[in-house]
């Protein structure tokens, strides 16, 4: 099995409220995707922006945003995630995190903490589950933005090596992104990988980036700044399991 991960972040100045203009931004940024990329991660709800007018925009399975995910990763023969906003068969509407590979839909994982901040409590289902998918040999635990600030949700019980955040994070909070990011990655002897947007949404919320990729020991493997971009890493499983063997804190 493929024990090492090359992956893409993509942070993007999302279009408020426009599903076909976001899709045809990412698209044209996947352009220049590298030939032997594993892995592109997109920040949350890259559809529509963090809007809270959930049921005019959510979309089922047959919508244009999942389309597009399996489309893509078909033609890029890679895995591809990232959140929307999902109407489910029974009406309810879920912060949906699609794990979607060359082959189809493989899973979901539906956002568990809820911002109540800013009205997501009351417009969206909080999801029930926490998830773990597999990439080769990496086992890998997918959460969705305000999720980072909830360490016992993300407590390693030994059944992962990555993490991935998917984001509409604000500038205002950013040195919180930026510890945080680093923290659970340390915390939980694991990769963290974090897509977040650039640019300001339609309520005049400005973010700033700083998508990342932290190794095991809360190093940066790379920190993006607030320009809208494409930046890829490679994950070695190897390099985990002998710091977990040398340093087995848990």
């Given at each position: ?5 090359k ?13 076909d ?79 979607v590979s ?17 009205g ?23 959460q ?49 990988l ?12 400005p ?44």
């Amino acid at each position: 099995m493929k024990e090492n991960l090359k992956i893409c972040l993509v942070q993007a100045d999302l279009a408020w409220e426009d599903i076909d203009a976001n899709l045809r931004m990412l698209e044209g940024m996947l352009e220049a995707l590298e030939k032997d990329v594993d892995l592109v991660v997109l920040p949350e709800t890259f559809s529509t922006g963090f809007t809270m007018q959930a049921e005019k925009l959510a979309e089922g399975e047959q919508g244009r945003a999942l389309d597009w995910m399996e489309r893509l990763a078909k033609e890029k023969d890679c895995y591809l995630t990232g959140s929307i906003i999902f109407s489910d068969h029974d009406g309810a509407i879920y912060n949906r995190l699609p794990w979607v590979s060359p082959s189809g839909l493989e899973g979901f994982y539906d956002k568990r903490h809820l911002f109540r901040p800013g009205g997501e409590k009351d417009i969206f289902t909080q999801g029930s589950e926490r998830k773990i998918f597999t990439l080769g040999a990496f086992r890998i635990l997918p959460q969705i933005c305000y999720d980072l600030r909830f360490p016992v949700f993300s407590r390693n019980r030994g059944d992962y090596d990555l993490m991935i955040y998917v984001a509409n994070w604000p500038a205002t909070r950013q040195p919180v992104w930026n510890i945080l990011t680093r923290a659970r990655a340390m915390e939980n002897q694991s990769y963290l990988l974090g897509a977040n947007r650039v640019g300001t949404d339609g309520t005049g919320i400005p973010s700033n980036g700083g998508s990342c990729v932290i190794n095991p020991i809360g190093g940066e493997i790379l920190r993006m700044d607030e320009k809208p971009g494409l930046a890829t890493a490679v994950l070695e499983l190897e390099k985990l399991r002998e710091f977990r063997e040398k340093f087995p804190a848990w």
